[in-house]
T-cell receptor
Framework: KAGVTQTPRYLIKTRGQQVTLSCSPI?????VSWYQQTPGQGLQFLFEYFSETQRNKGNFPGRFSGRQFSNSRSEMNVSTLELGDSALYLCASSLGTEAYEQYFGPGTRLTVT | AQSVTQLGSHVSVSEGALVLLRCNYSSSVPPYLFWYVQYPNQGLQLLLK??????LVKGINGFEAEFKKSETSFHLTKPSAHMSDAAEYFC????????????FGTGTQLKVEL
């Protein structure tokens, strides 16, 4: 079974631009969660989607948004990029609730200049 | 809110020695607990999880962790370290009924020396 895939793997953007990241979960998984990893703040939860509905949301500004499609693929969007948005963005997929394992993709490294 | 504390941001062991990475959680109700490993420039790989079925949990690559409610701990151990174990390890928690929101510790960088 193929693992979680994320595209693109690396991205360089300019402050003020917007960016869209993509995540394809493991086949059959209906939950997709997004995390931001930075040296200063560590791993922080952004949001979770389950069956196309946002089920959980972390403490991030409204510039961070996401969606999930009927095939469970998910995208996250960051508008009006700031230098502090430079991070590794990780996506994780799971069959369903918290008892199930979450499998992570390799991440998208976003650099904002 | 659920949280986990990892004691020691850096741990160094000799190859063949015992690996002990510490994690304490804060919760009045036993949560779901996980250990993940991250190699450089990669995502997170699940080592093991605790979901109340058994207090001693065996994971991949020879790792195991013991859930101790009295100590609110979930320490990760491996009897004999290998050079390939050098990586960053994260303890994480999900509150019961908390969906899939993982709250991570700050991580422990494991160094394995010859």
């Amino acid at each position: 079974k193929a693992g979680v895939t994320q595209t693109p793997r690396y991205l360089i953007k300019t402050r003020g631009q917007q960016v869209t990241l993509s995540c394809s979960p493991i086949s059959g998984h209906r939950s997709v969660s997004w995390y931001q990893q930075t040296p200063g703040q560590g791993l922080q939860f952004l949001f979770e989607y389950f069956s196309e509905t946002q089920r959980n949301k972390g403490n991030f500004p409204g510039r961070f948004s996401g969606r999930q499609f009927s095939n469970s693929r998910s995208e996250m969007n960051v508008s009006t990029l700031e230098l502090g948005d430079s991070a590794l963005y990780l996506c994780a997929s799971s069959l369903g609730t918290e008892a199930y394992e979450q499998y992570f993709g390799p991440g998208t490294r976003l650099t904002v200049t | 809110a659920q949280s986990v504390t990892q004691l020691g941001s850096h741990v160094s062991v000799s190859e063949g020695a015992l690996v002990l990475l510490r994690c304490n959680y804060s919760s009045s109700v036993p949560p779901y607990l996980f250990w993940y490993v991250q190699y450089p420039n990669q995502g997170l790989q699940l080592l093991l999880k605790y979901t109340s079925a058994a207090t001693l949990v065996k994971g991949i690559n020879g790792f195991e962790a013991e859930f101790k409610k009295s100590e609110t701990s979930f320490h990760l151990t491996k009897p004999s370290a290998h050079m390939s174990d050098a990586a960053e390890y994260f303890c994480a928690v999900i509150a019961t009924g908390g969906g899939n929101k993982l709250t991570f510790g700050t991580g422990t960088q494991l160094k394995v020396e010859l």
